[in-house]
Structure formats: C-alpha cells, structure tokens
C-alpha cells in the first residue's frame, strides 16, 4: 500500500468500528506504527505527545483488534476498522466524541426514537402512533396486517409510486408493533445475523 506521510512522517488514521460503522477516534501513524499494527493486528499509533510508538489497549486493555486498513484517495488518510475490545476514548467513552458505540439505521433509528418517545407519552390526543399505543397490541398488529396485504396487492401493480407508499406504511407500522413487543431493529439484524452463515 502506498502511504504519503507528512512532513513530519505521520498519516492521520480514522479508526472505525467494523460492525456498527461508528468512527471511534483519530490517531496518528507512522511508518513503524503502520508495520507494526499490520504485524500484530493490534493497532499501533505514533504518540505525539510521547514522541513514542503505543498500542492502544497497552496500559487499560482496551485494544484495536485489526480488520481492515483503507487508503484514501489522495493516499494521505488511512481508514482502519476493528472490532474494539472495551471503550476507546481515554475517558472512558466508546467515543473520542462521547457517543455510545451502538449500529445505527440513519433516518430509521431517528423513525424509532420517535416511536418510542410516543410510546412514552401515550396519552398524547393528537399523535396517532400514541393512538395505536393506546388501543394495544391487537390494534397495532391489525395494522400491520392491513399495510402488509395493501403492499402486496400494490406489488402485483404496476404503479410504482403506489407500491413504495403502501412499503413505507408497512415498514412504519411494524417499527410500532416493534416497540410494542419491547424490541427494536437492532434485535432483528441480530437475528439476521444470527442465520448469515
């Protein structure tokens, strides 16, 4: 792989987590750092601070097992994804950016935090996903059973628009009926996971 250090011999290093595609932190690498993370599959960065070789993990445990190492475009920032062993922030957070290290859906997981702060308040009168919370499970599985046949019917259609409505209605009222059980999408992917053999 072909690295262009800086001008004092240094790469920034992104360090992302491979399984929830979070960004855990930013390093710096050099070229002993870079053969050494590829030797040991634990990463190593170059300290500026301490003007020093250091694996992270080294004192607290909390290593950057090695998955991937990516170059850029420009061949000047290395993307290198781990499956992290502990938190990765010096203060204890699974993020240099104090976010919890946790899979994201982008706009669904949003979609999801809605749904539950509705559940949370369901004796609001003028949000009908609080509404469905209030008539229980039965009603919420009823919908889910009326948008899966309307989506059916729209998929054997040829009017596109109408079939992607009809999904996103679908797909809506079962991240309710998810909530409702007391699960969310991160249980399912576990279990899709779970079967990818």
């Known amino acids: 792989m072909t690295i262009k250090y800086d001008a004092h011999g240094l790469v920034p290093a992104i360090i992302q987590d491979v399984k929830t595609k979070r960004v855990l932190m930013l390093g710096y690498m050099n070229e002993d750092a ?3 993370t590829i030797e040991t599959k634990q990463v190593t960065f ?3 601070s301490k003007q020093r070789l250091w694996t992270k993990g080294e004192e607290s445990g909390h ?4 998955v991937d190492i990516k170059n850029d475009c420009d061949n000047d920032t290395l993307l290198i994804q781990v499956n992290p062993v502990g938190s990765t922030c010096h203060t204890g957070t699974d993020t240099c950016w104090g976010e919890a290290n946790s899979e994201s859906y982008g706009f669904l997981s949003q979609l999801e935090e809605v749904i539950k702060s509705r559940k949370e308040n369901a004796d609001s009168e003028t949000s009908y996903v609080a509404s469905l919370f209030k008539k229980g499970i039965n009603k919420i599985a009823q919908k889910v059973g009326e948008e899966a046949v309307e989506t059916v019917i729209e998929a054997m259609d040829t009017k596109d628009d109408l079939f992607l409505y009809e999904s996103a209605d679908l797909l809506f009222h079962y991240l309710i009926l998810l909530q409702a059980k007391g699960f969310t999408l991160s249980d399912i992917v576990k279990e899709l996971k779970g079967r990818h053999k």
């Open 34 to 36: 870079y053969k050494k």
């Open 46 to 48: 170059f300290s500026r």
């Open 63 to 66: 290593f950057l097992n090695l």
